[in-house]
């Protein structure tokens, strides 16, 4: 069994399929043939109708977007699967709108067509390496497709949303153990059996690498004896015929008594010898060679076996990979060309409830005009598909809704009806919309969507019967009257009350008055017997069968008398002329002509007719173009009313993202002020300490005052305004004592200690840690007051803000404290030195590295590095900055350029 044919559903419905559509009274009345000659006929004339609807075409656009070399053949032959039944295609327009749904497409790589080698394994061949690694990776992919659909699945908030994709794989058998089994034996790597396979295989292996060092060993012996009695330039030992030698000039071949000639070189003058010690060696070098390829071949034939033992579930394994891709592929195309997904009008009486229209398609766009159309804005002709050459579609190209895009038409046909004449000009669209029609059908069939607008209903055909031979066609078939007649004929025999059929210029091609007569027998019989007939002509006849039969139904391509070209548009109900002296003055005939046949027209047709009908019909055109120019303006208005109601309403529904928007940013504020709070309070730092290094200690308290007053002075910029509720009588009254353990309000209530007795400006000095701050009595608090001031805490939001801007701080000066006291003094002892002076670069990185890992935490270590040229120096920093456990460096003092200290985290 070929790939794919499990999977892939014959453009033609399965014989058995047909078989039980024939056994109806109606059909058998119609013709005593044998029914497998039916089906024959009917399988032949549904392939004819796919050419001739260009569904080939359809299908080679569709493979620009599949991930699979057997998508990729699938479509292009026009292979793709369509739907036996409603069920059949409703499951295969669930699986595109999952794959619309997933916004990443799926991983296909690793996934190749090994139909072609599960044959070879069937045939009892002995499979390759790489036709194992090949099944390995398919298998292994393939199992990565059903987890990535889990995945996506488990995200979802609607667990049934991917259901369809999911049940495409969910009962395929995956053959791990067949996989492992491949991968335990084979390196795929680099494409050798692995020494595990066997037991044999590992000791044969075993021996023959012994064997061979013996032998190499031996062989280089004798070479260098026979390289320093001059009978070689260099030592060398070498292969020849499968056997390991040694070279040797003719002249000295003496050397090698008992030795054997395998090869001679090029002139003659040097000999490769086999020692007579070697012969041995080689001959079990050879014996083990053998004796591994034997195994070797034993194991690929085993894993071949294994294989072809599970050729059915690795078939069936790949028909479900490609449904997968082909979903994608369609999901892709939809995309690309904006399409919408199409819904089954059922024609029951609940159906038309909801909808009358049996056909009910607005602004729908035949796909290859649409392709064509795009053409003309991306030079496709160069862009290749990622999948083929041969196609000229580039999907990062494609761009919806470029210009020049072919006329849409509306479809709309009642669930009563079933025979539609279409009439009008000639070059006015009644061919392209015909066939647009049944091209819908087919694609609705396979699960395609419809490059049409809002939801298009589109009954389900069983059969899909069209007799068109047109210019328009990509393949153009002028057939005679008598072969139009006999292709009706084969049409009528096989179609049915499910079958929609096609037919273009009914009745053409022989005397008006039998064209006409047979035609209207045939529709009289089509409105029996099929579900839905549509056919076009010029017969005027034709069109007054409504007015005996609501079944019928009539249509008309409008043109326009003003600019005398068609619109492309049907009107549904109404008759159209064929304007062709029209048509034929503007193409550039002879005015005298034109004017010989308008007087024929007037001699055949009454004037008053003709007048009341001319004016009837410009009459209904502007009435027709006032309706349509209201209902645009009232879809307008409705448009701008629902924008403006889902506007609002998503305004009151964002309230809650707007707030943890506005959090967020008020986040990020406050740690952008906390970054500049401590950038300055680490300058205001590190240049105290520069001070006091180049000071006296008489200037110690002088320079700790300047920084207490400089920190002092970034925390009150920072501080929030004094919207706290303050009891001030009772902070008046309270005059705290040198040290007394107070609360400071600005920190957290954090505790701090007071240093100096109050002064007569209500300012107090405080220590917290090692930092000096002094402070208004406001600002501060006794132990117990701690709950009153939690209870006082400000309410709003921004004063919460404010409140987490002040914990920071707390945090960070905390962090600062740690940072001033967690090390110990920087004391230079033998343990916690290490010299690196006199050693090599790479001698000393280990060295360094080494001493800080086992430095303990919170400890310093001293590198004596030396100056010298600085290179070892440069090192040693440089190690230093990109370890992890060295928090920071620096220098041991101002006049020791020899010597860093690493603090160790």
């Not at 999952?98 to 090994?114: K, M, N, R, Y």
């Not at 395998?262 to 040097?270: E, I, M, P, R, Y």
């Not at 590198?863 to 920071?888: S, Y």
Request: aromatic share 4%; charged share 25%; hydrophobic share 40%.
């Amino acid at each position: 069994m070929k790939l794919g044919h499990s999977l892939l559903i014959s453009n033609t419905p399965p014989p058995h399929r047909i078989l039980s559509r024939y056994t109806t009274t109606s059909y058998v009345a119609l013709s005593a043939e044998p029914l497998t000659e039916r089906v024959k006929l009917a399988e032949s004339l549904q392939a004819e109708t796919l050419k001739i609807l260009e569904w080939p075409a359809v299908c080679r656009q569709l493979s620009a977007f599949t991930s699979t070399s057997m998508g990729l053949r699938t479509a292009q032959s026009a292979s793709i699967p369509l739907g036996q039944s409603p069920s059949e295609s409703r499951r295969l327009l669930a699986q595109t709108s999952a794959a619309a749904a997933i916004s990443q497409p799926l991983d296909f790589s690793g996934i190749e067509d090994v139909s072609r080698i599960i044959d070879a394994s069937l045939a009892g061949e002995m499979l390759s390496i790489g036709e194992l690694c090949s099944v390995r990776r398919t298998l292994r992919s393939a199992r990565s497709l059903i987890e990535q659909l889990e995945e996506i699945s488990s995200r979802s908030n609607s667990s049934d949303r991917y259901s369809a994709l999911l049940e495409i794989l969910q009962n395929c058998d995956f053959l791990m153990e067949l996989e492992q089994k491949i991968e335990f034996c084979v390196d795929c790597n680099f494409s050798v059996v692995l020494d595990r396979a066997s037991e044999d295989l590992e000791i044969i292996r075993a021996e023959r690498k012994t064997n061979m060092e013996n032998l190499e060993a031996m062989l280089k012996q004798v070479s260098a004896k026979i390289f320093q009695a001059g009978g070689v330039d260099r030592p060398l030992v070498t292969k020849r015929r499968s056997r390991m030698c040694v070279a040797i000039r003719t002249t000295h071949r003496s050397l090698l008594p008992n030795g054997v000639v395998l090869d001679t070189s090029s002139s003659g003058a040097t000999y490769f010898m086999e020692p007579r010690e070697a012969i041995d060696l080689n001959n079990l070098e050879v014996r083990l060679s053998n004796s591994e390829k034997v195994e070797e071949q034993a194991i690929l034939s085993f894993l071949s076996a294994e294989i072809a033992k599970s050729s059915r579930q690795i078939k069936h394994l790949l028909d479900r990979v490609l449904e997968v891709d082909l979903a994608f592929a369609r999901a892709a195309h939809a995309r690309w060309m904006n399409g919408v997904c199409p819904n089954f009008s059922s024609g029951s009486c609940e159906d038309s409830k909801h909808n009358s229209l049996a056909v009910d398609v607005n602004s729908i766009q035949h796909p290859l005009l649409l392709e064509s159309s795009l053409r003309k804005r991306f030079d496709l002709s160069t862009s290749r598909s990622p999948c083929s050459s041969e196609t000229d579609i580039r999907r990062s190209d494609i761009v919806p809704g470029a210009f020049s895009s072919p006329v849409p038409v509306d479809i709309k046909i009642g669930d009563g009806v079933r025979v539609v004449v279409i009439s009008g000009p000639n070059t006015g669209g009644k061919t392209a919309s015909m066939k647009t029609l049944g091209l819908a059908s087919i694609m609705l069939k396979a699960g395609m969507y419809l490059p049409a607008q809002k939801h298009p209903r589109v009954p389900w055909f069983d059969l899909v019967l069209a007799d068109i031979g047109d210019h328009q066609s990509l393949e153009q078939s002028l057939s005679t009257f008598s072969g139009h007649i006999s292709r009706i004929c084969k049409i009528l025999k096989v179609a049915s009350e499910r079958s929609l059929v096609l037919l273009d210029e009914i009745g053409s091609g022989t005397d008006p008055s039998e064209g006409v007569a047979l035609s209207a027998s045939i529709l009289q019989y089509l409105k029996d017997r099929v579900k839905l007939a549509v056919v076009t002509t010029h017969y005027a006849d034709l069109t007054r069968l409504k007015e005996k039969d609501a079944r019928f139904e009539n249509a008309a391509m409008e043109f326009s008398l003003e600019s005398l070209q068609p619109t492309y548009r049907i009107l549904w109900g109404s008759m159209g002329e064929s304007n062709a002296l029209s048509i034929a003055r503007t193409i550039g005939f002879d005015g005298k002509l034109i004017e010989q046949a308008q007087s024929w027209v007037k001699k055949l047709t009454p004037e008053k007719m003709q007048k009341f009908n001319s004016l009837l019909y410009q009459s209904l055109a502007e009435e027709r173009n006032k309706l349509e120019i209201q209902a645009e303006r009232a879809a307008a208005l409705h448009s701008d009313i629902m924008k403006l109601y889902h506007e609002i309403r998503e305004e009151a529904d964002d309230l809650d993202v707007r707030e943890v928007a506005l959090k967020a940013k008020e986040t990020q504020l406050i740690q952008q002020e906390l970054k500049v709070v401590k950038a300055e309070i680490d300058a205001i730092v590190q240049e105290f300490e520069k001070q006091l290094r180049n000071s006296s200690p008489d200037d110690f308290n002088l320079l700790l005052k300047k920084s207490e007053s400089a920190i002092t002075s970034i925390v009150q910029a920072h501080q929030p305004p004094g919207d706290f509720p303050v009891d001030r009588t009772a902070s008046s009254s309270y005059r705290p004592q040198i040290g007394e353990l107070v609360l400071i309000k600005g920190l957290g209530n954090k505790l701090a200690t007071v240093v100096e007795a109050p002064s007569d400006d209500n300012t107090v000095l405080v220590q917290y840690g090692k930092i000096r701050v002094r402070l208004d009595l406001n600002s501060i608090s006794t132990q117990a007051d701690g709950d009153g001031a939690a209870v006082s805490a400000p309410r709003s939001r921004r004063q919460g803000q404010r409140m987490k801007r002040l914990k920071n701080l707390r945090s960070l000066s905390e962090t600062m404290k740690d940072d001033e006291v967690s090390y110990g003094p920087a004391v230079q002892t033998s343990k916690n030195t290490v010299d690196l002076r006199g050693m090599r670069l790479e001698e000393a990185t280990l060295h360094v590295n080494m001493a800080i890992n086992a430095r303990g935490s919170k400890s310093v270590l001293f590198i004596i590095h030396g100056m010298g040229t600085g290179v070892l120096k440069e090192r040693v920093l440089e190690l230093l900055r990109n370890h992890p456990r060295v928090a920071k460096f620096e220098q041991e003092s101002p006049m020791n350029f020899g010597c860093t200290v690493a603090y160790i985290k």
